[in-house]
């Protein structure tokens, strides 16, 4: 490691919060302006909600709603709560093939030689993302109501996208490592579907797991994304909500707690 990349990474301890903060804010706008140079980059954000909700409603909803015993409205009440689940997870592996993106291009060695916060880059990256996310559920909520959903309890969809938000922060620090330590977006992208497509269709997003084999249903249990679809259609449709929102909250406290500490040590270190 060269002497231009360890001098900022010793700096790093002593610049203040505030100084971090600024950090962050800058880069933040940085991450910005560079979606507005190129919004191509929200098509996923813009088409993915419209794509899965048009595609599980109409072409699933009348089945699976039947099994619910309540057609295809019941449906919609079913699937949007997890929907919401599935865009913080979804779009959470943005953030490490961005990242990714930026360690190929040479934009972070020219972070990584200036005097700014280690951490500062990876918050504007999370940031960022989030800001992604909601717009995603803002228009996922959006096509919901024109398919039919009813919005009963707003301060429960508002707690329920908050809650989405939270754990998509913990999964963020995942593919921020993926980002740091695979060496293109490729390998990001393929890394990420394969864990996102067992967690995602393994959960109870799209389909009670009541018909579920034992096995799997066992798996669903213990699936984040089951008590997170859960906990939100409990808050925005009704239903019990407190055991799946604390089991929720800890899956996300102890996923940050473990993955934040290794993206940012990953991140220091990598030549």
Do not use: C
Not at 23 to 33: E, F, I, K, P, Y
Not at 131 to 146: D, E, K, Q, W
Not at 156 to 180: K, R
Request: proline fraction near 5%; hydrophobic fraction near 50%; avoid cysteine.
């Amino acid at each position: 490691m060269s002497a231009a990349t360890i001098a900022p990474v010793k700096d790093d301890a002593r610049i203040p919060v505030r100084g971090h903060l600024r950090h962050t804010g800058a880069l933040v706008r940085r991450n910005l302006l560079w979606i507005r140079q190129d919004p191509e980059s929200m098509f996923d954000a813009l088409l993915m909600p419209v794509v899965f909700t048009l595609l599980f409603v109409y072409v699933f909803g009348g089945s699976i709603g039947q099994a619910l015993g309540g057609g295809q409205d019941g449906y919609v009440q079913y699937v949007i709560p997890g929907m919401i689940a599935m865009m913080s997870m979804t779009l959470s592996q943005g953030v490490g093939t961005g990242f990714s993106q930026d360690f190929n291009s040479g934009v972070m060695d020219r972070f990584r030689s200036l005097p700014i916060g280690r951490g500062s880059v990876l918050f504007a990256k999370i940031s960022v993302e989030l800001l992604r996310m909601l717009f995603a559920t803002t228009v996922l909520m959006i096509v919901a109501v024109l398919v039919g959903f009813d919005i009963k309890d707003w301060p429960g969809l508002f707690a329920a996208v908050g809650l989405s938000t939270v754990f998509a922060s913990s999964i963020m620090w995942v593919f921020l490592t993926l980002g740091v330590i695979l060496k293109n977006a490729q390998s990001v992208q393929a890394m990420g579907f394969l864990v996102l497509f067992p967690l995602q269709f393994g959960s109870s997003i799209f389909a009670p797991t009541s018909s579920m084999p034992g096995w799997l249903e066992a798996f669903t249990d213990y699936n984040p994304l089951s008590t997170l679809a859960d906990a939100s259609r409990g808050l925005m449709v009704g239903g019990p909500v407190a055991h799946d929102l604390w089991v929720t909250l800890g899956w996300s406290v102890a996923i940050t707690a473990v993955m934040a500490p290794v993206a940012i040590h990953k991140f220091r270190t990598k030549n």
